[in-house]
């Protein structure tokens, strides 16, 4: 059975830091990332990395702030944020895909497995 659970969003001032956690069971997936969805927006992609050999890729607007990794033995992806902002609030989701990373990962349509979501909010 797919599941992909999230943890760890909660509420941060900003320039603080939190680590999302997604507990992922079903498959060996090939490709995970990150989401985020704040109010009234479209869900947009954060970061994602091939499972197999650890490429990373991030959204212009988290670069150099957020860190996307893997502990293949926890089956786990977790999403380190630093300098948090409040731009940064949003639902936060973790997405999973068994083929390979595609060109256009950032868009929704390019996983087929969703968790639940975090909710992650930066105050000013």
């Known amino acids: 059975q797919v599941q992909l659970v999230e943890s760890g969003g909660g509420s941060v001032q900003a320039g603080g830091s939190l680590r999302l956690s997604c507990a992922a069971a079903?498959?060996?997936?090939?490709?995970m990332a990150w989401f985020r969805q704040a109010p009234g927006k479209e869900r947009e992609g954060v970061a994602r990395?091939?499972?197999?050999?650890?490429?990373?890729v991030y959204a212009d607007a988290v670069k150099g702030r957020f860190t996307i990794s893997q502990d293949n033995a926890k089956n786990t992806l977790y999403l380190q944020m630093n300098s948090l902002k409040p731009e940064d609030t949003a639902m936060y989701y973790c997405?999973?895909?068994?083929?390979?990373?595609?060109?256009?990962?950032?868009?929704?349509?390019?996983?087929?497995?969703w968790g639940q979501g975090t909710q992650v909010t930066v105050s000013s």
């Open positions: 997405a999973a895909q068994r083929g390979y990373c595609s060109g256009n990962w950032y868009t929704e349509a390019s996983f087929t497995y």
């Open positions: 990395i091939v499972t197999g050999g650890g490429n990373t």
């Open positions: 079903g498959y060996t997936y090939s490709c």
